[in-house]
């Protein structure tokens, strides 16, 4: 269980979408509380037709009731949706105008998708993130459609001479059902565009069972482009005269530049500059570091190879893994500040019959997006355009401005598709390099980092490390349970992004007496969210350890992780519910035949968490040799996440996060000496290969509840249903993370 806050990405959406206030009232799914003068309408003929937009309170307040932007487009060629979110694999580019569309009753065949430009005074916040996409835009964009659509019924009546509740609309037509007669929506266009804007209070969405496109299978917008392999990508950006750049900064954070051999470089085939940065001060944005600008990337690489730099170490990181977990271990027989301690858990241990006791570890871990960070800037007459794939565009016109010294309104960021983000394009540290690039060449540039960048220069998620300490007593229930995590922190205030607990981890509010402490170990590398933050480690501990203690108290985990979950409630305003956990982890162990007879060393393991607003179990079946060889059959994954908006985009999603938890549980990690990242390519840092993905099969309960973000809650309960699999296979507990380090291997 985890609170559904958004402290895992705080330090980036505020900026973008102003005031955590704002955030949390409009992710608390109340944005259908909106008034007529939160309609935008394009009262003026944009191509002869029709152009609606609809956004949150916050931004239309700085909205002009005539911008050429909007969600739908209507005119004599067509029907055009826009996109308002950045695309980074999670499918939005499709499911987000899917809803539109919905509610206007086009046929899809009809639409063209367009990815919109970056105004966030029309679209309010623009990113992908928190898997809050759909959440953040589903009423909004329902409405949008429906106004859309009440406004070509009412030019149809006006048309025809009849009532407008005498009509109807299917497949991009308005259809009289008495006389048979229907005209299709583009040739209502013009004559929509004049009508007046419908008060919000007087449309009526479609009911569930009405919709007829939502929760089908379709096909990504970009699939044929993708296949096509059509530039849809920042890393295939390319503008006239453009010169190609790279930057090399200290390998450890923190260092700065004393001297390069900048004239030597210099003088290289295919180079044309070669100078220092001194960075901002602001470690997510720029740090100190040598530029270099060539014709091409083969020569800007050869000539990054031959730098010779002399760092300044005296401010850089000393960072240990080593030593930390050392330190941790130390740590482990001392109390620390507690974000729970309800009940005894003291007196719960003394008066228990049977206690256990675990050190959870689990490693840093890099984002690895299979496209390397890259951005492509020109700096002309003071002003920047920037062609970026980041997931908080808003962030990065701020940071890029800042650094060149313009106004953000002399920004203006071309939104690309994302190949990868799992949180670390929520950081634009790269486009402000490329911006601060630019602003020196005069022409345009193009910024490519290489795999051994990304690797050394990466916002990992925080390793961590948990003291575990539990009692059942003699009918087998938990009585008590202590969590003692040591985590990291950047400033010795708070934890670093992802690696801090809070008052709704699982089990509170669910066992009688639960202490968790949290104390935090200096680290001076940057850490920030990583695909379901926080999450992604926390379920691998508790719901590992609440199987250690059915296991101690010889009981079924099903049963005793349904006796956890208890009657069905409400956990807070924005916590789980306890009937929506206990239907999803019942639906998964029906799925997969739990309690069948299996051959010999096979086993099946379930896990549960709560995650980004989703309810999600999943049961794995694995087999391990006498070689510590594991092979994962299968993976049952069960999801209660509200209604579906694409079913294929859905499904990818959940089979998606199943394999991305699978590839990091088992053998990645990244470790540091000296400050030193020490893997630099996938040589040192294995990922999952095809032959190794299991099968995947996903059942979604059919729900009326709101509909949250699939990007991220599918992946915290991988990988301890995976390892309590294998102890059911083998009897060996697995407390580290990836498992590699106790020997296992994939088979």
């Known amino acids: 269980m985890s609170t559904l806050n958004y402290a895992d990405i705080g330090d980036v959406v505020p900026r973008v979408t102003g005031e955590r206030a704002a955030l949390d009232e409009t992710v608390d799914l109340r944005i259908g509380k909106l008034d007529r003068r939160q309609f935008l309408k394009l009262t003026g003929l944009v191509g002869g037709g029709l152009m609606l937009s609809f956004s949150t309170p916050r931004a239309l307040a700085n909205a002009a009731a ?34 539109v569309a919905e509610e206007l009753d086009a046929a899809w065949e009809d639409v063209e998708v367009v990815q919109s430009a970056i105004d966030q005074g029309l679209y ?70 004049a009508m007046p804007v419908p008060d919000p209070r007087s449309l009526t969405l479609k009911k569930r069972d009405q919709f007829r496109l939502l929760g089908k299978r379709i096909t990504g917008v970009d699939n044929r482009a993708l296949v096509r392999g059509e530039p849809l990508f920042g890393i295939d950006q390319t503008l006239p005269g453009m010169k190609y750049a790279v930057y090399q900064k ?171 983000g799992f949180g670390r394009r929520l950081y634009n540290d790269f486009t402000t ?33 948990h003291q575990m300490d539990g009692s059942v007593d003699d009918d087998g229930k938990i009585t008590g349970w202590r969590d003692r995590f040591i985590t990291f922190t950047n400033d010795g205030r708070r934890p670093v992004s992802g690696g801090g607990l809070g008052a709704g981890v699982f089990p509170a509010g669910l066992v009688d007496n639960v202490r968790v402490e949290q104390t935090a170990l200096p680290w001076k590398n940057r850490c920030a969210a990583w695909r379901a933050p926080g999450s992604n480690v926390f379920g691998f501990v508790v719901q590992g350890f609440l199987d250690e203690l059915a296991h101690l108290a010889g009981r079924d985990p099903l049963e005793v992780l349904l006796e956890v979950l208890g009657e069905p409630r409400q956990m807070g305003r924005r916590g789980m519910h306890t009937g929506r956990a206990a239907g999803v982890v019942r639906l998964a162990a029906k799925q997969a035949g739990w309690g069948r007879e299996l051959p010999h060393g096979h086993g099946l393991g379930v896990a549960f968490y709560y995650s980004h607003a989703g309810h999600i179990a999943e049961v794995a079946e694995v087999s ?68 190794s993905t299991p099968d995947v099969a996903v059942h979604f309960v059919d729900s009326d509840y709101p509909p949250t973000g699939l990007g991220e809650p599918a992946l915290p309960p991988l990988a301890p249903a995976v390892c309590n699999a294998i102890f059911a296979a083998c009897g060996h507990r697995i407390r580290t993370l990836p498992i590699s380090e106790e020997g296992f291997s994939l088979a």
């Not at 006006?158 to 007669?181: I, P």
């Not at 800007?300 to 030593?323: G, M, P, Q, Y």
């Not at 630019?438 to 193009?446: D, E, F, L, Y």
Request: hydrophobic share 40%.
């Open 66 to 99: 005539l911008q050429p932007n909007g969600y739908i487009k209507i005119d004599a060629t067509g029907i055009v949706l826009y996109a308002k979110n950045p695309e980074i694999g999670q499918g939005v580019k499709t499911s987000l105008p899917m809803i």
């Open 624 to 691: 391990v040799d006498d070689d510590k060889r594991v092979k994962v059959h299968k993976v049952t994954v069960a999801a209660d996440v509200g209604p579906i908006v694409n079913l294929s985009g859905a499904e990818n999603q959940m089979q998606g996060s199943v394999v991305d938890g699978l590839s990091t549980m088992m053998g990645l990690s990244v470790t540091f000496e000296n400050g030193r990242v020490e893997q630099s390519n996938f040589d040192q840092y294995p990922m999952l290969r095809m032959p």
């Open 433 to 465: 390099e490329a911006a601060a690039i630019a602003k020196r060449a005069g022409v345009p540039i193009k910024l490519q980092w290489t795999r051994e960048d990304d690797m050394a220069y990466d916002l990992y998620r925080a390793g961590g490390f």
């Open 250 to 420: 200290c390998p450890a954070i923190g260092g700065k530049v004393r001297s390069a051999n900048l004239e030597e470089i210099k003088g290289m085939p295919g180079v044309n500059d070669a100078f220092i940065l001194d960075g901002n001060g602001n470690a997510m944005e720029l740090l100190p570091g040598v530029a270099i600008i060539a014709d091409n990337t083969f020569a800007a690489i050869k000539a990054k190879r031959a730098l010779k730099v002399e760092w300044d170490e005296s401010d850089a990181s000393k960072d240990s893994w080593s030593h930390a977990k050392a330190e941790a271990e130390r740590l482990t027989n001392e109390s620390g500040p507690a974000v729970v301690d309800t009940g005894d858990v003291d007196a719960a241990f003394a008066s228990s019959g049977k206690r256990t006791s675990g050190f959870y570890t689990y490693h840093f871990v890099s984002h690895a997006t299979l496209e390397p960070q890259n951005c492509t800037a020109w700096f002309k007459d003071g002003a920047l355009d920037l062609w970026a794939p980041t997931q908080t565009p808003g962030q990065g016109i701020g940071s890029a401005a800042k650094v060149v010294g313009i106004s953000p309104s002399k920004v203006t960021l071309h939104q690309l598709r994302c190949g990868g």
């Open 124 to 193: 309010g916040a623009q990113f992908a993130g928190g898997s809050m996409s759909i959440p953040m835009n589903w009423d909004a964009l329902r409405r949008s459609g429906a106004a859309a659509r009440a406004m070509l019924v009412e030019a149809a009546a006006k048309h025809w001479g009849v009532e407008a509740d005498s009509l109807s609309t299917k497949d991009s037509h308005v259809v009289h059902a008495a006389s048979g007669r229907k005209l299709k929506y583009t040739e209502l266009a013009t004559q929509a565009a």
